[in-house]
């Protein structure tokens, strides 16, 4: 297939960013491609060699995953088209032959010990943990005899010829990975009334309030922030910039506003897309903040400048 039908993600083959691919409909239509980190698969779309790549973006249980964070916030710009989520829960798979009481080695993504760690200390409080780049590629570095045990989905088991010796394994209910399904800049798609905007923004001067100038733009607009996580820029101690998910669609005015905002004091800002939110869920707007109050107010202010107040 050509790059245009080609969609690369977090593999190898058997992880849960598959999995959660899948569950898109033009998935069935499209050559999937695993990479071998978030970096390569995004790189693969910047170099025209995927038209797009799904990668985990954020978890219920560890918040960020810094890796796509930082890759979406530097290098040349991409952009955020879809969202998935996708409930976890890990299973212990081992080799065949394999009881609870031999499993002395474990191993999986450094995002998944945290989801599991009450479980290993109740049921293996001795087993070693040393994470791998991906849950997928524990299950094969347990194929390979590496590890006892790898945590990683169940349906990873038959593509690694190993047993889920035991499954349904979480330490929080209802656990959920946010993946984001990422392209080449282009035009945002149509508002759908239930919509997520995500942003890159950085800091000028470190002063009192800083934070809360840049976050008032989007308050006083009556834009609810879903997400705001700090990074390092890379550019010294105390240098930091901010990304963000806020409920609307770049052409919300309140959210557009925000964002002229965020560009007016800001050194620099990065529009990371405009998406239907996958909860389907619609914001609750305060009074003010509609497009038709926007409107009606930029029309009094004509009306105010013409002597017709």
């Not at 790059?3 to 239509?29: H, K, W």
């Not at 599991?116 to 390979?144: F, I, M, Y």
């Not at 950085?202 to 002063?207: E, S």
């Not at 009606?296 to 107040?309: K, P, Y």
Request: aromatic share 6%.
């Amino acid at each position: 297939m050509s790059p245009a039908s080609r969609y690369t993600y977090l593999g190898p083959e058997g992880t849960f960013t598959e999995a959660a691919l899948r569950t898109l409909p033009e998935a069935a239509t499209r050559e999937l491609v695993p990479m071998v980190s978030v970096p390569a698969a995004l790189d693969a779309v910047r170099n025209g060699e995927a038209a797009a790549a799904l990668v985990p973006i954020e978890n219920s249980v560890e918040g960020g995953v810094t890796a796509t964070l930082d890759e979406l916030a530097t290098g040349a710009p991409l952009a955020i088209y879809r969202e998935v989520l996708l409930p976890i829960a890990f299973a212990l798979l081992v080799r065949p032959g394999t009881k609870l009481a031999d499993v002395k080695t474990v191993t999986g993504h450094p995002v998944a010990q945290p989801q599991v760690r009450k479980w290993l200390a109740a049921k293996l409080p001795d087993a070693v943990w040393e994470s791998a780049a991906s849950n997928a590629d524990g299950a094969r570095l347990v194929q390979e005899g590496r590890f006892d045990g790898a945590f990683a989905g169940e349906f990873a088991a038959a593509t690694y010829g190993l047993k889920p010796l035991v499954t349904a394994i979480h330490d929080a209910a209802n656990a959920q990975t946010r993946f984001v399904l990422v392209g080449r800049p282009a035009r945002p798609s149509a508002p759908t009334g239930a919509d997520k905007t995500s942003a890159v923004f950085w800091l000028g001067d470190d002063h009192p309030g800083a934070l809360l100038e840049l976050l008032q733009e989007f308050a006083v607009r009556g834009v609810n922030l879903v997400r705001i996580e700090s990074r390092p820029t890379g550019e010294g101690i105390g240098q930091y910039c901010f990304s963000i998910d806020a409920e609307g669609h770049i052409t919300d005015r309140r959210v557009g506003e925000a964002l002229m905002g965020l560009k007016r004091i800001c050194p620099k800002v990065r529009f990371l897309g405009s998406y239907p939110r996958a909860d389907e869920v619609a914001p609750k707007l305060r009074k003010g903040t509609t497009d038709a109050e926007f409107t009606e107010a930029a029309d009094w202010l004509s009306r105010a400048l013409d002597g017709r107040g």
